[in-house]
């Protein structure tokens, strides 16, 4: 069974950069599709960001493009959202997630098999 931890969330003025990090344990996720995903108070889950098993290929949620860049490090078992030029609009709860089934990232939270507890980026004005 996978555990994803996601840590590196915080306060942070419009402008700010952030680093997440998805550590996860229990079994190797380097086989496997995996997203950032996000969800702000009131409002549904949505996708932010998802890298193939292998790297080379990425997708982002058009209002990230250009900000926001997913990376992982299979050989630390490691997912990362490097966050820059943040707006207060990104304020939300961020969760990493796996996806057993896929080798390419879904944008659908509904296919995705393992999530983190979340991790809170707060953006201030």
């Known amino acids: 069974q996978v555990q994803l931890v996601e840590s590196g969330g915080g306060l942070v003025q419009a402008g700010g950069s952030l680093t997440l990090s998805c550590a996860a344990s229990g079994r190797t996720t380097s086989r496997y599709a995996m997203g950032w995903f996000r969800q702000a108070p009131g409002k549904e889950r949505e996708f932010v960001a998802g890298?193939?098993?292998?790297?080379?290929?990425?997708f982002y949620a058009d209002s990230v493009k250009g900000r926001f860049t997913v990376s992982r490090e299979n050989a630390k078992n490691t997912l990362y959202l490097q966050m820059n030029s943040l707006k207060p609009e990104d304020t939300a709860v961020y969760y990493c997630a796996t996806d057993f089934g896929e080798t390419y990232p879904s944008q659908e939270p509904t296919e995705y098999d393992v999530w983190g507890q979340g991790t809170q980026v707060t953006v201030s004005s």
């Open positions: 890298i193939s098993r292998n790297a080379l290929t990425t």
